[in-house]
């Protein structure tokens, strides 16, 4: 269809396994996935582990991004992730124990 963009899959997390990143390179990296998932305008943002290679200065960032760069393309935003700050930053929570979904977040 003239006018459409296609699909894509771009990751959010374009780091090798491993690694450690430190740099301001390593968010602007992730950055930049982020703007390109957004590129096709997707109603629906998925994040699995954006933060999982990163320091926590490098972490507050990307999760800023995300939750600007949603903001501002009215696009809901999902993230998966194993960080306590960054899941507390966000005002819904769905924690997963057991192989079950719990709203709200549940205490260990």
Do not use: K, Y
Not at 16 to 37: D, H, I, L, N
Not at 78 to 90: G, L, M, P, Q, Y
Not at 93 to 107: S, V
């Amino acid at each position: 269809m003239p006018g459409r963009v296609p699909r894509s899959r771009h990751s959010v997390s374009p780091l090798s396994p491993g690694t450690f990143p430190t740099s301001s390179r390593a968010v602007q990296a992730q950055r930049v996935a982020v703007a390109r998932a957004l590129a096709g305008r997707p109603r629906l943002l998925l994040a699995d582990e954006p933060t999982g290679q990163l320091d926590h200065e490098a972490a507050s960032a990307v999760i800023r991004a995300l939750v600007d760069a949603a903001r501002h393309s009215r696009a809901a935003l999902v993230i998966a992730t194993h960080d306590s700050e960054a899941a507390a930053r966000f005002g819904q929570r769905w924690d997963m124990r057991d192989g079950c979904l719990h709203q709200g977040g549940t205490r260990a």
